[in-house]
């Protein structure tokens, strides 16, 4: 598993590998870390695999041009990624603030990346390099490869493609479409004549020969009108299955067209086998911190793919609804390695993917004739077709913990609980609990209210509230104290104060208390982020309420926290603008007093108010002599 070094990264390195030229230079935003959680280190491995040369360009300086000759003028093309995310959520809060860290950079530093690296990057290149193939892939490009909603900037934005100037998008998970490009370019095809792959994005004047494809609205005509906007993303959206999905042609003016063809077909078992099988160092180059490293070190990726459907989240748009695993030997194989490793202490700390109890396709029919295009699996009901065995899953489960030197293999990457409850007799709840919880359980209900569940296209309030009295059922059963954290967001699309208000009851009487609080934040490609940006639901065409204004986020954010004194203020005014006047005061379900107050006279005045309940406002008489309260 580790025969092989690191990839090229200097001229010393090539000749030490004896190239004279590289067939790649592949320029990525993060630290070069060979490891398959790393999109980099992926394609580049494949490529390698199918007898191609790839160097790495690592965080090059993009104020300096040379910074991008380091490795010389390749021979087929430039490979440019911004990194494992987006560069902007990378750099910013969705308050826009500057992040402190950069996971993704030797030591956590910031700084290392430009914002829209992919662009950037790809312009640096085409300065230094007029006439070299530029290929796009990663997140950034993956969810920019149409036009669509900079929240960063607060403007609709075209195809990344143009801005980047670059010569191809290879978009999803680009394993099959790298390698049909590079042969294609090895053949000496023009990479203007490639419009023929499955997975990739092209700009064009001639749409002549695209027999099947649909006609999206004009650029133009979508930055002027939201509605034409929401109407075309949600056309992109349906046509994100690689059985049914259509090429799409967006126009621009002066005659350009960007096309994106149908995506990639999923990998199979199989090559999801050999491509995690593939010489990866498992390690950063050089051998410096890398923070996300230790997140993933000890983890296992079983998945690709979700049938989850939340509209706040990417994936479909990125990597399908369609889920592709990989088998158990591969998954053992690589825990054996794990065991060997002279800092393992005995513990898996995941095994997962988006959703970690996705281990095969919702239903059988999806690998033949693709997902349906105007349904969902889970929501706003679980299809009648769904095939909820976690039989798999909870086998693997147990081959792993049963491994010589494992200890404990817990579930991190989060779990679809809606999903788990359609497993007859809760087998695997009941398995989840007794062996892979490590005392807290992250869950993602999102929100309590069942009009911002819709919104969110998330499960209704009673499916969690089922999901957590089993949950605390079955804890009780085994004698075990394990607590549920579940994620929530404030200032989702559709979520109004009432809503918020709702959701601070529900911490009220659940006794929680949230750390953090995470507002949404409209990251590109989702109906959320459409609904957010339009003020309109592109499911349905409907308006839809959307918090915009600072001081409602605040509020809505406080009201999570409403415990918290510096929130004091926020929250009254909060419960004040709908009428929710019953809210404040001293009674169990009230949720802040009269008046702001230390925290130690709060507790004092919710005493003073239990006792007076207790009593009917008298004061009993205590017996014996009254103790003198003077000096001394």
Avoid at 13 to 26: A, G, N, P, R
Avoid at 304 to 314: I, L, S, Y
Wanted: net charge positive; aromatic share 10%; with cysteine.
């Amino acid at each position: 598993m580790m025969a092989e070094g690191f990839l090229p990264v200097s001229r010393e390195d090539m000749e030490k590998q004896h190239i004279d030229q590289l067939d790649f230079v592949y320029v990525i935003g993060d630290a070069y870390v060979d490891h398959p959680s790393f999109g980099h280190a992926i394609i580049s491995r494949v490529l390698q695999a199918h007898g191609f040369t790839v160097g790495i360009i690592s965080q090059p300086d993009w104020k300096k041009d040379g910074s991008i000759a380091v490795l010389g003028r390749p021979r087929l093309a430039f490979l440019v990624t911004s990194g494992n995310m987006d560069s902007m959520v990378n750099h910013y809060y969705v308050s826009k603030k500057r992040r402190e860290r950069d996971a993704y950079t030797p030591g956590g530093v910031t700084g290392k990346r430009p914002d829209h690296a992919a662009v950037v990057y790809s312009n640096l290149i085409r300065r230094t390099y007029k006439d070299v193939p530029i290929i796009l892939g990663g997140i950034e490009a993956s969810l920019r490869r149409l036009a669509h909603y900079d929240y960063w900037s607060d403007s609709y934005k075209r195809s990344i493609l143009l801005d980047a100037g670059a010569d191809l998008i290879s978009y999803g998970m680009g394993e099959k479409s790298i390698v049909e490009i590079a042969e294609a370019l090895d053949a000496g095809i023009s990479v203007k004549d490639i419009t023929f792959i499955k997975g990739t994005v092209y700009r064009t004047q001639d749409i002549s020969g695209i027999y099947d494809g649909l006609l999206l609205p004009d650029y133009e005509a979508c930055r002027k009108e939201k509605k034409l906007y929401a109407e075309s993303f949600m056309r992109q959206y349906e046509n994100t299955d690689p059985f049914q999905g259509k090429a799409l042609m967006e126009p621009y003016p002066n005659k350009v067209f960007v096309v994106q063809n149908p995506p990639a077909e999923p990998l199979t078992v199989q090559e999801m086998d050999d491509i995690y099988d593939l010489p990866y160092m498992r390690a950063p180059y050089p051998s410096i911190g890398v923070p996300a490293v230790e997140e993933i070190k000890f983890s296992l990726i079983s998945c690709r793919g979700c049938f989850g459907g939340c509209n706040f989240c990417a994936l479909t748009f990125h990597q399908g609804r369609i889920v592709q695993v990989r088998s158990h030997a591969s998954l053992l194989k690589e825990a054996q390695w794990m065991t060997g490793q002279p800092d393992f202490k005995g513990y898996i700390h995941d095994v997962g993917g988006p959703t970690a109890n996705f281990r095969h396709p919702s239903c059988q029919k999806q690998l033949q004739t693709g997902v349906c295009k105007n349904r969902q699996c889970l929501f706003p009901e679980p299809c009648k077709n769904l095939d909820s065995s976690h039989e798999d899953y909870s086998s693997l489960l147990k081959k792993l913990r049963q491994l010589s030197g494992v200890k404990k293999v817990f579930i991190r990457s989060g779990v679809r609980f809606d999903y788990m409850l359609q497993e007859k007799g809760d087998r695997f709840l009941k398995e989840m609990i007794q062996y892979h919880v490590s005392g807290l359980c992250k869950v993602a209900p999102e929100h309590i209210s069942d009009r911002v569940l819709y919104y969110m296209g998330k499960p209704k309030r009673e499916i969690y509230d089922r999901f957590v009295r089993k949950y605390e059922e079955y804890n009780k059963k085994f004698g075990l104290k394990q607590y549920l954290v579940p994620y929530l967001m404030s200032s989702h699309p559709g979520t109004q104060i009432k809503d918020a208000v709702e959701l601070a009851e529900y911490l009220r009487d659940t006794g929680h208390q949230p750390e953090q609080v995470q507002d949404f934040y409209p990251t590109p490609s989702t109906i959320s982020t459409v609904m957010y940006y339009t003020g309109i639901d592109p499911r349905t065409g409907e308006s839809v309420y959307v918090a915009k204004n600072p001081h409602e986020k605040a509020m809505q954010r406080a009201l999570m926290q409403y415990r918290r004194p510096e929130n004091y203020e926020l929250v009254r005014e909060a419960l004040l603008s709908v009428h929710r006047e019953d809210l404040i005061g001293f009674g169990p379900k009230c949720l802040i007093p009269p008046r702001k107050m230390r925290r130690t006279d709060q507790g004092k005045e919710r005493a003073e108010y239990s006792r007076k309940k207790r009593t009917g406002g008298k004061r009993k008489k205590r017996k014996g002599k009254k103790k003198d309260c003077g000096d001394g």
